[in-house]
C-alpha cells in the first residue's frame, strides 16, 4: 500500500526547473560586498528593493499603523481575533482606490468585487479551482513565468496549453497563435476554459497593446471562455511606448456585456510595493459567483489582521501613494536604463521593454548550436563560472533558444555593475572562442584553447568540459 498520495509525490510542481534550481545554486554561495565578493549575484528573482526607503520613511511617521495602534489606543485584541474571511472593508476600499491609481485612474474598482489572497499564487490557484476541472485546459503565451506550473496546474490538476509566441513578432500575441494552441487543445482532448496572460508580462518586461488585447477579448467572446489577466506588475511600467492598459479599460471602452463575466484580474502587493513577504494579493472579477466561491476558497491564504490594518493605513494616504508610484517608477527607469546599458558594453541587446523588474535578453549568438542543449550549456557557464543567476528561456518555455530573464531590482547599484563587469570579460573571451572554434573546427579549437590556457575562460571551454555536469567540475 502506498503510505503518500499521488500528489505528495507526483513532479509536477516544476520544482526541478533550472528556475528553481538557479536559486539553490545561489544559496550556496550568495554574493555578499564584503563577506563573500566572489559569489553568486542574484538575478533570477524579480523582487523590487528599489525604493523600501520610502516605505520606511512612512513607518516612521506612523508608528500606530504597525504599532497595533489606533489614535495612541492598543487594537492588540481586536487584531488578534477570528478574522472574518471577507477581509477588512477598510482594506479592500484602500486596496482598489489604490488598484485604479496605479492604472491612471482610466478604471474604478468595487470593493464587493475584490477578494483577498496570500498572494498572486494564491489568487491564480483559486481562479483555477473556480473556472475549471481537472484535466481541462487553459491557454498561456509563451513565454511565461515558470511558477504558474505549480500555481495553475499542480494541486487543481488543470493542464496548460502554450500560445507559441515568437521573437518575429516582438514575442507579442497573434490570432494565428491563439488559434493554433486552441486548435492544439483540441487535437490533445482538452476542454478549453481560458486565456491567461499577464500584463506587464513576466518575463517580457512588456506592456500589451490595445490591439492584442482586443484580440484577446474577441477570441474569448467567440469561444465562450474566461479571459485571466495576472496584472501583478501593473505599477511597474515606467516608460512608453505605450502606458499600461488594463484589460478593464477595453472591456469598459467595447461595452461587451457578455464577456463582462468572464475576465478576472489578478493583482498583488508583490511587485510595485516590494512587499512578497507580506503575501497580500487579490481577485477581481465582475461574476458574482466567481467573487462567492474564490471567497469561500480564501479560508486556505488569508492575509494576516494586521498586515491589512498596516496596509490599509499606508494606502488611503494618498500622499504617500502618488509620491511613491511615480519616484518607484523613476528608479525602475534609470535601473532599466543601467542593465540595458550595460548588456549593451557587452554587445549582448534584449527586446524592448517598459515595465517589470526584468530584461529578457538575448544570447542567441553566444550558442554553440541552436539548441536547448546549447542554452543550457551557456547557463551553466554563466551560473557556475561568471557566478550570475539567471534564468534560461527554456524554463519560462520559451520556444526559441537563447533567451534569458535578468532582474535588476533586488541588488544595488554597485553589485549590477559588478555583474555587468563579470559578464562582459566573460563575453570577451567566450565569443573569442566560440568563434574560433566555428571557423576550425571541432579538433583546432582544442588546441588553441589548450595554447591560450592562460585565460580560465579559454582554458575552460574545450568541449568536453562543457559536457560535463556542474557536479562533476
Ligand atoms: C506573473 C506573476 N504572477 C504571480 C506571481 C506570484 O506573486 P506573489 O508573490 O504575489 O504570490 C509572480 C511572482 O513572481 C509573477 O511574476
Redesign the pocket.
Not at 500528489?7 to 534550481?21: E, I, L, M, R
Not at 523588474?357 to 542554452?375: A, G, I, K, P, Q
Not at 534569458?404 to 563575453?427: D, G, H, K
Not at 572562442?433 to 589548450?450: A, D, F, I, M, T
Given at each position: 500500500m502506498k503510505l503518500l498520495s499521488r500528489k505528495a509525490t507526483c513532479n509536477s510542481h516544476g520544482q526541478d526547473s533550472s528556475y528553481f534550481s538557479g536559486w539553490e545554486e545561489y544559496e550556496k554561495n550568495p554574493f555578499h560586498e564584503i563577506r563573500n565578493p566572489k559569489g553568486i549575484i542574484q538575478m533570477g528573482l524579480?523582487e523590487n528593493q528599489l525604493s523600501f526607503d520610502f516605505l520606511e520613511s512612512w513607518l516612521s511617521k506612523n508608528p500606530d499603523a504597525a504599532g497595533f495602534k489606533r489614535d495612541g489606543e492598543s487594537i492588540f485584541r481586536e487584531l488578534a481575533l477570528f478574522q472574518d474571511y471577507h477581509g477588512l472593508p477598510a482594506f479592500k476600499k484602500a486596496f482598489v482606490e489604490y488598484m485604479a491609481e496605479i492604472r491612471g485612474n482610466k478604471v474604478s474598482f468595487n470593493p464587493s468585487h475584490l477578494v483577498l489572497t496570500?498572494?498572486?499564487?494564491?489568487?491564480?490557484e483559486t481562479l483555477m479551482f473556480c473556472l475549471a476541472e481537472p484535466g481541462e485546459a487553459f491557454l498561456l503565451p509563451t513565454p511565461?513565468?515558470p511558477?504558474?506550473d505549480r500555481?495553475l496546474k499542480w494541486r487543481t490538476g488543470v493542464e496548460i496549453v502554450p500560445i507559441q509566441c515568437t521573437s518575429s513578432d516582438g514575442f507579442q500575441i497573434t490570432e494565428a497563435a491563439l488559434v493554433a494552441a486552441y486548435q492544439d487543445a483540441q487535437n490533445r482532448n482538452l476542454r478549453v476554459k481560458g486565456v491567461l496572460v499577464?500584463n506587464p508580462s513576466?518575463p517580457l518586461g512588456t506592456t500589451m497593446t490595445r490591439n492584442e488585447l482586443n484580440l484577446l477579448i474577441s477570441f474569448i467572446e467567440s469561444k465562450g471562455i474566461h479571459l485571466i489577466s495576472?496584472e501583478?506588475?501593473a505599477g511597474t511600467v515606467f516608460s512608453s511606448p505605450s502606458d499600461f492598459v488594463s484589460v478593464m479599460e477595453i472591456l469598459k471602452a467595447r461595452n461587451c456585456e457578455n464577456v463582462w463575466k468572464r475576465v478576472h484580474l489578478?493583482s498583488?502587493?508583490?511587485?510595485d510595493l516590494g512587499l512578497?513577504g507580506f503575501?497580500?494579493?487579490a481577485i477581481y472579477s465582475n461574476d458574482d459567483i466567481v467573487v462567492a466561491a474564490a471567497t469561500k476558497m480564501s479560508s486556505f491564504g488569508l492575509v494576516s489582521s494586521q498586515t491589512q490594518y498596516l496596509l490599509s493605513a499606508m494606502l488611503s494616504d494618498k500622499k504617500f501613494t502618488n509620491k511613491y508610484i511615480s519616484e518607484n517608477q523613476k528608479r525602475l527607469r534609470q535601473r532599466h536604463k543601467m542593465l540595458v546599458s550595460g548588456l549593451e558594453k557587452a554587445e549582448i541587446k534584449c527586446l524592448k521593454s517598459n515595465a517589470g523588474l526584468f530584461c529578457w535578453v538575448d544570447m542567441r549568438h553566444l550558442l554553440r548550436s541552436n539548441t536547448f542543449e546549447s542554452e543550457m550549456e551557456l547557463w551553466k557557464r554563466i551560473v557556475y563560472d561568471v557566478k550570475l543567476n539567471i534564468s534560461p528561456g527554456s524554463s519560462c518555455h520559451c520556444t526559441e533558444p537563447g533567451w534569458f530573464r535578468v532582474c535588476f531590482a533586488n541588488m544595488s547599484e554597485e553589485t549590477l555593475e559588478l555583474a555587468m563587469q563579470r559578464l562582459r570579460a566573460f563575453v570577451t573571451e567566450y565569443s573569442t572562442v566560440l568563434g574560433q572554434s566555428r571557423s576550425n573546427g571541432h579538433s583546432q579549437s582544442r588546441k588553441n584553447s589548450r595554447r591560450r590556457s592562460l585565460t580560465k575562460w579559454v582554458f575552460r571551454l574545450s568541449f568536453d568540459d562543457c559536457n560535463r555536469q556542474p557536479d562533476e567540475r
Amino acid at each position: 500500500m502506498k503510505l503518500l498520495s499521488r500528489k505528495a509525490t507526483c513532479n509536477s510542481h516544476g520544482q526541478d526547473s533550472s528556475y528553481f534550481s538557479g536559486w539553490e545554486e545561489y544559496e550556496k554561495n550568495p554574493f555578499h560586498e564584503i563577506r563573500n565578493p566572489k559569489g553568486i549575484i542574484q538575478m533570477g528573482l524579480a523582487e523590487n528593493q528599489l525604493s523600501f526607503d520610502f516605505l520606511e520613511s512612512w513607518l516612521s511617521k506612523n508608528p500606530d499603523a504597525a504599532g497595533f495602534k489606533r489614535d495612541g489606543e492598543s487594537i492588540f485584541r481586536e487584531l488578534a481575533l477570528f478574522q472574518d474571511y471577507h477581509g477588512l472593508p477598510a482594506f479592500k476600499k484602500a486596496f482598489v482606490e489604490y488598484m485604479a491609481e496605479i492604472r491612471g485612474n482610466k478604471v474604478s474598482f468595487n470593493p464587493s468585487h475584490l477578494v483577498l489572497t496570500a498572494g498572486a499564487t494564491s489568487a491564480n490557484e483559486t481562479l483555477m479551482f473556480c473556472l475549471a476541472e481537472p484535466g481541462e485546459a487553459f491557454l498561456l503565451p509563451t513565454p511565461y513565468y515558470p511558477g504558474f506550473d505549480r500555481d495553475l496546474k499542480w494541486r487543481t490538476g488543470v493542464e496548460i496549453v502554450p500560445i507559441q509566441c515568437t521573437s518575429s513578432d516582438g514575442f507579442q500575441i497573434t490570432e494565428a497563435a491563439l488559434v493554433a494552441a486552441y486548435q492544439d487543445a483540441q487535437n490533445r482532448n482538452l476542454r478549453v476554459k481560458g486565456v491567461l496572460v499577464t500584463n506587464p508580462s513576466n518575463p517580457l518586461g512588456t506592456t500589451m497593446t490595445r490591439n492584442e488585447l482586443n484580440l484577446l477579448i474577441s477570441f474569448i467572446e467567440s469561444k465562450g471562455i474566461h479571459l485571466i489577466s495576472d496584472e501583478i506588475y501593473a505599477g511597474t511600467v515606467f516608460s512608453s511606448p505605450s502606458d499600461f492598459v488594463s484589460v478593464m479599460e477595453i472591456l469598459k471602452a467595447r461595452n461587451c456585456e457578455n464577456v463582462w463575466k468572464r475576465v478576472h484580474l489578478v493583482s498583488s502587493l508583490s511587485k510595485d510595493l516590494g512587499l512578497p513577504g507580506f503575501r497580500v494579493g487579490a481577485i477581481y472579477s465582475n461574476d458574482d459567483i466567481v467573487v462567492a466561491a474564490a471567497t469561500k476558497m480564501s479560508s486556505f491564504g488569508l492575509v494576516s489582521s494586521q498586515t491589512q490594518y498596516l496596509l490599509s493605513a499606508m494606502l488611503s494616504d494618498k500622499k504617500f501613494t502618488n509620491k511613491y508610484i511615480s519616484e518607484n517608477q523613476k528608479r525602475l527607469r534609470q535601473r532599466h536604463k543601467m542593465l540595458v546599458s550595460g548588456l549593451e558594453k557587452a554587445e549582448i541587446k534584449c527586446l524592448k521593454s517598459n515595465a517589470g523588474l526584468f530584461c529578457w535578453v538575448d544570447m542567441r549568438h553566444l550558442l554553440r548550436s541552436n539548441t536547448f542543449e546549447s542554452e543550457m550549456e551557456l547557463w551553466k557557464r554563466i551560473v557556475y563560472d561568471v557566478k550570475l543567476n539567471i534564468s534560461p528561456g527554456s524554463s519560462c518555455h520559451c520556444t526559441e533558444p537563447g533567451w534569458f530573464r535578468v532582474c535588476f531590482a533586488n541588488m544595488s547599484e554597485e553589485t549590477l555593475e559588478l555583474a555587468m563587469q563579470r559578464l562582459r570579460a566573460f563575453v570577451t573571451e567566450y565569443s573569442t572562442v566560440l568563434g574560433q572554434s566555428r571557423s576550425n573546427g571541432h579538433s583546432q579549437s582544442r588546441k588553441n584553447s589548450r595554447r591560450r590556457s592562460l585565460t580560465k575562460w579559454v582554458f575552460r571551454l574545450s568541449f568536453d568540459d562543457c559536457n560535463r555536469q556542474p557536479d562533476e567540475r
